[in-house]
Structures are given as C-alpha cells and as structure tokens.
C-alpha cells in the first residue's frame, strides 16, 4: 500500500530565508508521481510541483523546488526566500491509480516578518 | 475556463437528511475524485472516476453514493446525513496521462471545497 508521511505539524521560518518542507514516501510500484499542494486559509488546494519517480533531475518552478532522493523515499519541498503569503497548509501526495492522490497529513508554515 | 466548480460552498443538514453534493469540470479530464478533509488530518478519498460510468470506492467510502454519466459531473450523495460526515469536501479532476508534459503528470486540479455541517 502506498503511504506519505509529514512529520512536521508546525514550521516556522523567517521572511526571506528558506524552508525545507519534509515528505517521505512507501510505495511498491516503479513508476509514481510525487506532488505538493498549498492550501492558504481561504481552504482552496494549489498545485505547486510535481516529481516523476523517473525524473533525473530534480523539479522547481520559481521559487519552490524538490528534493527527491529516490533511495531514501524522500521528497521534500524547498521554498526559498519566504514571503508573508507563503503561510499556509502544505500537503504532500502520491498518485495512485485511476488519478487519485494518497495525502500526507501536511505542515502547516507560519512565515514571521 | 471555470475549471472544477463545486455547489454549494456550505451547507448544514440535520441528522438523517440527505444532500447531493455537485461537481462539474470543464477541462474534458477523464479522471474525477472527491475527498473529504477533516481537522489536523491530510485529504481522504471517498470515491473516485475513472471515466463516464465507471466508479470505484477509495478509503472512506462508508455513507456516500457517486455516478458518473457524463465526463463534466461527477455528484456525491449523502444517503443519510451523520455527524460524522461533517467535513470540508473536495471534488478534483485530473487528465488521464498522455504525451504532453503537462498531461503526463497527472495534476488533480480541485474544486473550491464544501463546507458542510450535520447536527
């Protein structure tokens, strides 16, 4: 069976340094995918990278940025120079079949000016 | 392009009640789920889609009914409303797979949520 583990409930981390995010995964399967979603207060889930199990590099997009170590079934999310809007829920997942996502419990962020 | 549209945003029902949650996409996704989120807990899977008439249970099925007739609508009943339904629910959809990069990943996109209460 195919699980995500959080293992921080709460992070804090000043404006404009960087945060690492901690996910780890258990799946059997050869090919999976790995995402992170932001949920901010207002509750509506973001999509904000992903990372193929087959990927040789590691995924960002601007400011976020994955750092997956296959053999260690670890995917943690960078998010550097953190900004005031950056607090919020973060949810790591895997893709299952048929699309669905299996969902870490999440960490939620609080970013101080 | 409205995306994933969710109906209604909230809702309170009285035990025993039942309710239809809706959920329409745009995005011609062949993949459809919903997933219910409750306090200090990640999303969990009701049901889910993987195309026009087809449907499969995911962790927490227990209580919930889904069809899917057409690819858009992908609706999730409550047969009998419980306390223990009250939850934020979430309907998402996804592409199959394909050839583009963006395809090929398989990002759910989701709704806004619905925010429901059962007393």
């Known amino acids: 069976a195919q699980k995500i583990t959080q293992t921080q409930p709460g992070m804090f981390v000043q404006e404009k340094e960087a945060v690492t995010l901690d996910c780890t995964y258990d799946?059997?399967?050869?090919?999976?995918?790995l995402f992170w979603y932001k949920q901010p207060s207002s509750g509506e889930m973001i999509f904000l990278i992903y990372?193929?199990?087959?990927?040789?590099q590691n995924a960002t997009e601007g400011r976020y940025s994955l750092n997956f170590q296959k053999a260690r079934k670890s995917a943690n999310l960078v998010i550097s120079a953190s900004q005031l809007g950056d607090s919020a829920m973060y949810f790591c997942a895997m893709r299952g079949g048929g699309g669905k996502l299996i969902f870490g419990q999440g960490t939620e962020l609080s970013v101080k000016p | 392009n409205a995306g994933v549209t969710q109906t209604p945003k909230f809702q309170v029902l009285k035990t025993g009640q039942s309710m239809t949650l809706q959920c329409a996409q745009d995005?011609?996704?062949?993949?459809m789920s919903w997933y219910r989120q409750d306090p200090g807990m990640g999303l969990r899977l009701i049901h889910y889609?993987?195309?026009?008439?087809?449907?499969d249970q995911g962790e927490v099925p227990n209580g919930y009914n889904v069809s899917r007739s057409t690819t858009e609508d992908f609706p999730l009943r409550l047969l009998s409303a419980a306390p223990s339904q009250t939850s934020v629910y979430f309907c998402?959809?996804?592409?199959?797979?394909?050839?583009?990069?963006?395809?090929?990943?398989?990002?759910?996109?989701f709704g806004a949520g619905t925010r429901l209460s059962v007393l």
């Open positions: 990372q193929g199990s087959y990927d040789e």
């Open positions: 889609s993987v195309g026009a008439g087809i449907t």
């Open positions: 998402a959809s996804s592409p199959r797979g394909g050839a583009s990069p963006l395809v090929a990943k398989n990002i759910q996109y």
């Open positions: 995005m011609n996704h062949e993949y």
């Open positions: 799946t059997s399967d050869q090919s999976y995918g």
